[in-house]
Structures are given as structure tokens and as C-alpha cells.
């Protein structure tokens, strides 16, 4: 598991961990408070381990160079 997420990128999920938490807290309690939820768990996971599958599958890297 390659690091393939730069630090701006990494503060970018940070942030969007932080509104998806806030949305999924004050959203109904339908299936959108879940998926806000979820996708808040999978930003700040990213963001923690500076990797992101995705980036990885289409060969991204915001990182810079390959470490």
C-alpha cells in the first residue's frame, strides 16, 4: 500500500470527514444520515492512512513523487 495522498488532498477529506459527520448528525434519521455517515468514515479513513483505493485503481497520486 503505497501512500498516494498529498497533504492538501489529505486536509480536503479531513474537511469533508468533518460536513459529512455534521450532515449525517442533523439529517433525518432516514437512509441519507447513513450514506452521509459512511461517506464521512471512508473520507476520514483515507485522509488517516494516506491512501485512497480509488486513486490508486486510476493511477493518481497527490503525493507528488512515489515513495
Known amino acids: 500500500?503505497?501512500?498516494?495522498?498529498?497533504?492538501?488532498?489529505?486536509l480536503i477529506r479531513y474537511i469533508l470527514a468533518v460536513v459529512f459527520?455534521?450532515?449525517a448528525f442533523f439529517a433525518s434519521s432516514g437512509i441519507w444520515s447513513w450514506v452521509f455517515g459512511l461517506l464521512g468514515v471512508v473520507m476520514l479513513?483515507?485522509?488517516?492512512?494516506n491512501f485512497c483505493p480509488i486513486w490508486a485503481a486510476?493511477?493518481?497520486n497527490t503525493r507528488g513523487k512515489a515513495t
Open 1 to 10: 500500500m503505497v501512500p498516494n495522498v498529498g497533504s492538501t488532498d489529505r
Open 21 to 23: 459527520f455534521l450532515i
Open 45 to 49: 479513513v483515507t485522509a488517516t492512512l
Open 58 to 60: 486510476l493511477k493518481i
